[in-house]
T-cell receptor
Framework: DSGVTQTPKHLITATGQRVTLRCSPR?????VYWYQQSLDQGLQFLIQ???????AKGNILERFSAQQFPDLHSELNLSSLELGDSALYFC?????????????FGEGSRLTVL | EDKVVQSPLSLVVHEGDTVTLNCSYE??????LLWYKQEKKAPTFLFML????IEKKSGRLSSILDKKELFSILNITATQTGDSAIYLC??????????????FGTGTRLTIIP
């Protein structure tokens, strides 16, 4: 158990809909990262937050947005969903300031868009 | 854009065999290279390498980095069925200390046959 909690574990929805994925980082971790893993694809970095502020942005679509709240949990919002958005969405957190690069991943939220 | 390429894409061996997984990379601001193991869901951290030629070892797993040739290998000796997983290589190209900008490869799917 990494200490990172993601909900929901599974989500099935229809095209055009909007969903919210939630992540609670490990206790004490200030950084939260969101990754997308599609079938046969590596982990694609979406976005990073540090202590409530956006720190880095990857290949995140305009239909997607995220935020980190004062209690450090984070939410990833996916809107106008398309079939191609079906994927495993991971949240990870890290001990900020060490520069170790070690991320602790949650179990992921599997999104299926029908 | 940072890039990580892993080979082979998949590998099937018998229990007891030794395997070598490869990872090559292109990154602007290299800070470290990391290996993760992904079994059913969440990737878990194996190694972080920052210096060339220094082997990191943990039990039957070992890894080495060549910063001149821009690659790393992960060796697993005396493989066991529990080693079956996807092995992910990632490069930290974070320009700023504390900004873990990880770019992942697509992974090598290793299957160990009893």
């Amino acid at each position: 158990d990494s200490g990172v909690t993601q909900t929901p574990k599974h989500l099935i929805t229809a095209t055009g809909q909007r969903v919210t994925l939630r992540c609670s980082p490990r206790s004490g971790d200030l950084s939260v990262y969101w990754y997308q893993q599609s079938l046969d694809q590596g982990l694609q970095f979406l976005i990073q937050y540090y202590n409530g502020e956006e720190r880095a942005k990857g290949n995140i679509l305009e239909r997607f947005s995220a935020q980190q709240f004062p209690d450090l949990h984070s939410e990833l919002n996916l809107s106008s969903l398309e079939l191609g958005d079906s994927a495993l969405y991971f949240c990870a957190s890290s001990v900020e300031g060490t520069g170790t690069g070690e991320l602790f991943f949650g179990e992921g939220s599997r999104l299926t868009v029908l | 854009e940072d890039k990580v390429v892993q080979s082979p894409l998949s590998l099937v061996v018998h229990e007891g065999d030794t395997v070598t997984l490869n990872c090559s990379y292109e990154v602007t601001n290299f800070r470290s290279l990391l290996w993760y193991k992904q079994e059913k869901k969440a990737p878990t951290f194996l190694f972080m390498l920052t210096s060339s030629g220094i082997e990191k070892k943990s039990g039957r797993l070992s890894s080495i980095l060549d910063k001149k040739e821009l690659f790393s290998i992960l060796n697993i000796t005396a493989t066991q069925t529990g080693d079956s997983a996807i092995y992910l290589c990632a490069v930290d190209g974070g320009a700023n200390f504390g900004n873990e900008k990880l770019t992942f490869g697509t992974g090598t799917r290793l299957t160990i046959i009893p």
